[in-house]
């Protein structure tokens, strides 16, 4: 790939463009930017036969669709709705019989350095053995199971052993605290949970079963039966007799054959939680046959995947580019994958690229954040630059999870990617299942920090508030305009909380609102994502809402009064969260206000998670508010960035706390 022009007019307009090099163009499988529009046209002329063609030619069915998408109960569509099919027999068992079997389905390493292979024949053997297990123990189709596990090959098998028997999983990402699990247990009315006795990260031995058994104890689990307990690490942990089982206990004697259960396409294959602008996570309920559809294709158009790619999604299970690009995308398109239990920095900061030298990875995925933070070290030790490791075998690389800024962009483009690699910026979301936007690496022209333009068949759109379409060159709000196959079917056990939330009545009712602003450029109508519109944080990729870790800090009930919650730009995060403290004594500052502030973050961590920490906390006696009582945010936010105050502050009740605030705990 050549640079064409590199002006940088200013920090908002970039010009500089990435085309592929035609050799690229030529081996791809989506080749060439009249291929992408031939998609795209094929999808506009008919759009039902567009995503049917996909679907018999992706998947497997057992029992062939009819009927492609059905409208009658919008916004809540269904897609191949009489059609029947088998998740996990489309990851694993479509595979037998042919030159997939014995390949290497996962190269598992392992926290400290420790690899291991799983063919795919093998994997279908593991998989098909646990699901005997979990039926042994009543696991039934429809039924919830809690998966609170490492990002370990057990992980996946657990997953995949739940798609397999028709059982709906829910998967915490494990770093959220005691109170999460109890509460998605209650939530998602979990009969069972799958977990591991610890977890290895950086070299640490971190519990898992333990914070379960916390979590349990706070009540409301009581309609979880068994516990299922992989041993990670020779540590005995605490097992409840009756309840809790281990994996070798349960996997003893289970045969490696277990019939896939075939299911309705709309059946829920999994529930995911995730933040909205409310205290309460939303859990998203994902079909089976349109999901799947998606995260195999994406696969194929995105990564441009071949036979002898080795490709690493650096995403834990526990969030949705886990889902649909570890635990399931990568089997159900027979690639080769890279899974990875432990962290970037251990034992030291080049550990991904030594990974990538040491797997031969061909298409490397990973989040901005991590590419800050590598830079970073990178810069600070010659010894962890990637340049000392053997880069060749990549061919793509992508970023995913937040907006990726333009140096950092360039960064990976030249030290990773050696500038011959694509970088595909897809931007998704937990609801959509897979990638929304995003270049295809043999055809889209790259524009650094830009997810240029929707894949074939999404109708994304620029509207202002009440839906009308904007011009490019002028930010809005973006929406997609026509229902997709991999799209959020319903929030778990709340309807109209989806309706209200993806499909506001303002904007008519039939536009799927993201939650993200976006403007298109003028000149190739390329989008780029421009944030959050509502109070959703993004913090290292992992999405926080602002009201959440608000309810976490008042549920402090002896020594909060009052919490407002911003975020700020962080050079390596992304986001940062800021939180406005108010307390039920008088303002501290010095040593007692460091002390206050310790014990806050160490609650915010037992409520939601370590992740939701804040990194900065500042007490006032008060809050700025207007006179009618609302809190001034944007005047929060600007506090938070350092701003000089410039804006209007005469309708501020007390003027004075405004100093009081700037300084930060
Ligand atoms: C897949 C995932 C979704 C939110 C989304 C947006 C942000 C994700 C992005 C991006 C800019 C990208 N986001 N990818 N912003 N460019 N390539 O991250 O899902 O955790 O649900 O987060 O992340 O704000 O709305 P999820």
Not at 12 to 20: D, S
Not at 395 to 416: C, D, F, Q, T
Not at 551 to 576: C, M, N
Request: some cysteine.
């Amino acid at each position: 790939m050549s640079e064409q022009q590199s002006t940088i007019t200013s920090g908002l307009v970039e010009n500089r463009v990435f085309p592929p090099s035609e050799a690229f163009v030529k081996a791809a499988r989506v080749s060439g930017m009249p291929a992408y529009d031939a998609l795209c046209a094929e999808a506009a002329q008919d759009f039902e036969g567009f995503w049917a063609r996909l679907a018999r030619e992706n998947l497997n069915w057992t029992k062939p669709f009819t009927q492609t998408l059905d409208e009658s109960q919008a916004p809540f569509y269904k897609w191949f709705a009489d059609g029947e099919i088998n998740a996990s027999a489309n990851c694993l068992d479509r595979h037998m019989g042919t030159a997939v079997e014995n390949k290497t389905a996962v190269i598992f390493e392992a926290d400290d350095g420790t690899v291991t292979k799983t063919s795919y024949k093998e994997l279908l053997a593991r998989v098909s053995q646990f699901a005997n297990a979990l039926k042994a123990h009543g696991i039934q189709k429809g039924d919830r199971v809690l998966i609170y596990m490492p990002m370990t090959l057990e992980g996946v098998i657990a997953m995949q052993a739940c798609a397999r028997l028709g059982a709906i999983h829910s998967v915490v990402f494990g770093g959220f605290s005691a109170k999460a699990v109890q509460e998605r247990i209650i939530d998602v009315g979990a009969v069972a949970v799958i977990t591991s006795n610890y977890q290895m990260r950086g070299g640490k031995e971190l519990p898992l079963k333990a914070i379960v058994d916390e979590g349990m104890a706070l009540g409301g689990c009581e309609a979880v039966k068994t516990v299922f307990v992989y041993q990670r690490t020779a540590t005995a942990c605490p097992m409840l007799a009756g309840r809790d089982k281990t994996f070798s206990e349960v996997l003893a004697g289970q045969s490696a054959d277990c019939a896939p259960v075939p299911v309705g396409a709309e059946h829920p294959l999994f529930i995911l939680y995730t933040s909205g602008s409310t205290g309460k996570p939303k859990g998203v309920q994902h079909s089976t046959g349109g999901y799947l559809l998606w995260a195999k294709v994406t696969m194929d158009w995105t990564f441009d995947l071949k036979p002898e790619d080795v490709f690493w999604c650096t995403a834990d299970i526990g969030w949705i580019t886990g889902h649909s690009y570890v635990a399931y995308g990568p089997l159900a398109a027979g690639a080769t994958q890279i899974i990875f239990e432990g962290i970037p920095t251990f034992p030291n900061a080049g550990r991904f690229w030594q990974m990538i030298e040491r797997h031969k990875c061909s298409i490397f995925y990973t989040a901005p954040t991590a590419i800050r933070s590598l830079i970073k070290a990178a810069e600070g030790d010659a010894k962890v630059h990637p340049d000392r490791s053997d880069l060749s075998s990549l061919r793509i690389l992508g970023s995913v999870g937040e907006p990726i800024n333009p140096e950092a962009w360039m960064w990976y483009h030249k030290h990773v990617g050696h500038e011959k690699c694509p970088i595909v910026d897809t931007f998704w979301q937990t609801e959509t299942g897979g990638h929304m936007m995003t270049p295809l690496p043999g055809a889209t022209p790259l524009v650094p920090g830009s997810c240029t333009l929707p894949l074939p068949g999404i109708i994304a759109a620029i509207v202002d508030e009440v839906g009308n379409d904007i011009p490019n060159g002028t930010g809005g709000i973006l929406v997609v305009k026509r229902p997709w196959p991999s799209m959020i079917r319903t929030i778990w056990n709340d309807p109209e909380r989806f309706k209200k939330s993806y499909f506001p009545e303002e904007m008519g009712g039939k536009l799927y609102l993201a939650g993200d602003g976006a403007i298109r450029s003028a000149d190739r109508a390329y989008f780029r994502i421009t944030g959050r519109i509502d109070d959703v944080l993004n913090v290292s990729g992992h999405r926080m809402g602002t009201m959440e870790i608000e309810s976490a800090l008042v549920a402090k009930t002896d020594l909060v009064a009052e919490a407002a919650v911003v975020g700020r730009p962080d050079d390596v995060t992304g986001e940062a969260i800021c939180a406005f403290v108010v307390l039920k004594r008088p303002c501290p500052s010095g040593d007692e206000a460091k002390a206050i502030a310790k014990e806050l973050r160490d609650w915010v961590a037992k409520e939601i998670g370590p992740i939701a920490k804040p990194k900065d906390i500042r007490f006032g006696e008060n809050l700025p508010k207007t006179r009618s009582g609302k809190i001034m945010r944007r005047l929060l936010r600007s506090l938070a960035k350092g701003e000089t105050i410039t804006q209007d502050t005469s309708t501020l009740e007390n003027p004075a706390i405004l100093s009081q605030l700037g300084q930060t705990y």
